[in-house]
T-cell receptor, first 115, second 113 residues
């Protein structure tokens, strides 16, 4: 079974600085999807960014970008110009193309933003 | 506005009682899901449903039951057989499409004493 590992339980960043959250996954498949979700104190999960494994280009959404290293099975999230509203739990998730209903989540990284 | 509504936000029950968590969506999504979230762990799939009147067990279905009588609704019942029911429960839905992401509700915090 596929597993997703987030090795940083907690991270902190100064407001306006850049932070990178790590995510690795284990799979034997060549085609899959990767996601980053944000869970603020309201506890609703919000999609931050997604990446298709067949695309070499790293996905970008405004201040959020990923570094997708397929061979290394790594999918890190970079947050630029960090804002106070970025403080949240961040979850990395993997989904196979063979079963759209099987999404695997990492344990999460709690990000603190210091003013 | 379209979205997923979970109710109630907080739920308290005595041990030995069954309890049903509500999940309603008006996004016209076919697939719906129930996840459980515990501290220090990622989300774990309890049940999912791809179409009305059909549902499948996830990784931790024991002690839970679901129904899908309407496309918009996917209630989850936590039975007395669930050994550790206290947790945060998230409902999600997903539109058609291979790379479509999950859309989540606000969750229900269940406390059983």
């Amino acid at each position: 079974a596929q597993t997703v590992t987030q090795s940083q339980p907690e991270m902190s960043v100064q407001e306006a600085e850049t932070v990178t959250l790590s995510c690795t996954y284990d799979t034997s498949e060549s085609d899959y999807y990767l996601f980053w979700y944000k869970q603020p104190p309201s506890r609703q999960m919000i999609l931050v960014i997604r990446q298709e494994a067949y695309k070499q280009q790293n996905a970008t959404e405004n201040r959020f970008s990923v570094n997708f290293q397929k061979a290394a099975k790594s999918f890190s999230l970079k947050i630029s110009d960090s804002q106070l509203g970025d403080a949240a739990m961040y979850f990395c998730a993997y989904r196979t193309t063979y079963n759209n209903n099987d999404m695997r989540f990492g344990a999460g990284t709690r990000l603190t933003v210091k003013p | 506005d379209g979205g997923i509504t979970q109710s109630p936000k907080y739920l308290f029950r005595k041990e030995g009682q069954n309890v049903t968590l509500s999940c309603e969506q008006n996004l016209n999504h076919d697939a719906m899901y129930w996840y459980r979230q515990d501290p220090g762990q990622g989300l774990r799939l309890i049940y999912y449903s791809q179409i009305v009147n059909d549902f499948q067990k996830g990784d931790i279905a024991e002690g839970y039951s679901v129904s899908r009588e309407k496309k918009e609704s996917f209630p989850l019942t936590v039975t007395s057989a669930q050994k550790n029911p206290t947790a945060f429960y998230l409902c999600a839905s997903r539109p058609q499409g291979d790379n479509s992401p999950l859309h989540f509700g606000n969750g229900t915090r269940l406390t059983v004493t």
